[in-house]
């Protein structure tokens, strides 16, 4: 299964997210699930670097992926990034609604900073 983290801050906006896992729905190279969790991920990571400049700390493996947004940035830019992250949940709770025992998100909310 597909695993996804969503950290939030006390203010409910997204600090960073973590994929781990893999769905085993199909055969490697045929798993919808895995590639639609890659792409919606991939994706909002480069489009958060493409239209906003900034570049997430990324960690990343086989089967693991963790991107980490920098701390300090204009509100403009907060703005922009939090919207394109929101994209990308809409996105993969999309796939869990069809997908749900091959993929499952989790939100955690940091209560005091």
């Known amino acids: 299964?597909?695993?996804?983290?969503i950290d939030r801050n006390h203010s409910g906006e997204i600090q960073s997210f973590e994929i781990s896992g893999?769905?085993?729905?199909?055969?490697?190279?045929?798993?919808i699930v895995c590639a639609g969790a890659s792409a919606v991920s991939v994706g909002a990571i480069n489009a958060v670097?493409?239209?906003?400049?900034?570049?997430?700390?990324?960690?990343?493996?086989?089967?693991?992926?963790?991107?980490?947004?920098p701390d300090h940035l204009s509100a403009d830019i907060h703005e922009k990034i939090q919207i394109l992250l929101e994209g990308m949940v809409v996105s993969l709770r999309t796939i869990?609604?069809?997908?749900?025992?091959?993929?499952?998100?989790?939100?955690?909310?940091?209560?005091?900073?």
């Open 1 to 5: 299964m597909i695993g996804i983290t």
């Open 22 to 31: 893999h769905a085993f729905f199909a055969d490697r190279g045929k798993d």
């Open 49 to 69: 670097h493409a239209i906003t400049g900034v570049t997430p700390m990324i960690e990343q493996g086989d089967g693991f992926l963790r991107c980490v947004i």
């Open 96 to 113: 869990e609604e069809e997908y749900g025992t091959h993929i499952k998100i989790t939100f955690k909310k940091q209560e005091v900073e």
